[in-house]
């Protein structure tokens, strides 16, 4: 698929995969409806976009608040106009085990992870369908194995992957492509905003993120992958990209690995 002239709408684009998403698509000539919860951030990040807020548009959501997502889309979409390319891209990760962890913290995790992702779809469908155009999610490499300290993560990216490939089957007849990518460890804040068993953020970084890809990395091999219109791609450095190819063929080894592991 083209990049050029698309208006490309990109949750979590306030920080990190999703920020760097907006300042390289913009950069290939994509028109960027940027979503998060933090208005001031997106709108400081538009207005750093070529074209800055007469080009781009800000659509601030919580993605948490599911329920109410399609109608906060039909009422700005009369003037955004017909969208391309939805990237469902925020989301919020998890550090803490099973046996601590409140159930209120897997509830948020599914809720942002999961169902925030399946709103912004079912609301963006209708565009997408008249486009011909493209829903990308974003899982992890969390989505095709597990790991230690994220039950609750690691399920709802899991659940993502599913959503995906079901819904790349029924979409299959109307040119509406479904590309899901799996990343491994990319240097951004997701560990710093991690939930730990409380839920709230638990404000550190882990070895795992600061050694991983650069998110510049990254997010071109995304952009590669969407004009490419593939189906489904794993992105990663090391353990965090080998991880699901080991899991699929050597799934005992994997397995031995992920519990003698102490992988943050
Ligand atoms: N970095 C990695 O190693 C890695 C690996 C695999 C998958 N991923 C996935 O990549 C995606 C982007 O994460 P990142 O690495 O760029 O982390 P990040 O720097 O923490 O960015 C997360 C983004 O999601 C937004 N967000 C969080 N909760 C939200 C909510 N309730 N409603 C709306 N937006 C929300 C944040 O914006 P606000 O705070 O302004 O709402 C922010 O823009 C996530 O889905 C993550 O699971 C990341």
Known sequence: MKIENKTIWITGASSGIGLELSQQLAAKGSRIVLSARRKDALEEIAKSLPGGLERHSVVPLDLADYEHLAEKVQAVLPEIGPVDILINNGGISQRSLFVDTDLAVYKQLMDVNYFGTVAMTKA????????????????????????????????????????????????????????????????????????????????????????????SECVEQMIKAIEKERDEVVIGKGISGMGPTIKRFFPGVYNRLAAKMEYR
């Open 124 to 215: 963006l469908l209708p565009s997408l369908l008249t486009q011909r155009g493209m829903v990308v999610s974003i899982s992890s490499v969390a989505g095709k194995m597990g790991s230690k300290l994220r039950t609750g993560y690691s399920g709802a990216k899991y659940a993502v992957v599913g959503f995906m490939d079901c819904l790349r089957a029924e979409l299959a007849a109307s040119g509406v492509k479904c590309l899901t990518i799996c990343p491994g460890s990319i240097q951004t804040n997701i560990a710093i905003n991690a939930l730990n068993a409380q839920g709230e953020a638990q404000q550190k970084n882990d070895d795992s993120i600061i050694n991983g890809m650069s998110v």
